[in-house]
């Protein structure tokens, strides 16, 4: 069964950081592109960050970039959100996908998700 399960979510002060683990099980991790998506209170689900199947590429919404880094270990089925320099904005929930399309046929996973809170 395909299973995905964040950890590292926490409250932060603001210019803190945090680094998110999300750990696949259950599926070819190294086949399928990662990505961190966060949901805030009231508002909708918004991508984050995305990385291909071997890390060659990464992309960040506008709102993160410089701030977060997307990473994956292949070999530990793992991907990653270092976030820093942390702002009450980036209060949400975190969760992570994975995603890959074969010959027409999606496949389509999410975690729980874990809190971000960024407050002082």
């Known amino acids: 069964q395909e299973q995905l399960v964040e950890s590292g979510g926490g409250l932060v002060q603001p210019g803190g950081s945090l680094r998110l683990s999300c750990v696949a099980s259950?599926?070819?991790?190294?086949?399928?592109?990662m990505s961190w998506f966060r949901q805030a209170p009231g508002k909708s689900r918004e991508l984050v960050a995305t990385i291909t199947t071997a890390g060659g590429s990464t992309n960040y919404a506008d709102s993160v970039k410089g701030r977060f880094t997307i990473s994956r270990d292949n070999k530990k089925n793992t991907v990653y959100l270092q976030m820093n320099t942390l702002k009450p904005e980036d209060t949400a929930i975190y969760s992570c996908?994975?995603?890959?399309?074969?010959?027409?046929?999606?496949?389509?996973?999410w975690g729980q998700g874990t809190q971000v809170t960024v407050s002082s």
């Open positions: 996908n994975a995603l890959k399309n074969v010959w027409g046929r999606r496949y389509d996973y």
């Open positions: 259950g599926l070819t991790f190294s086949s399928y592109a």
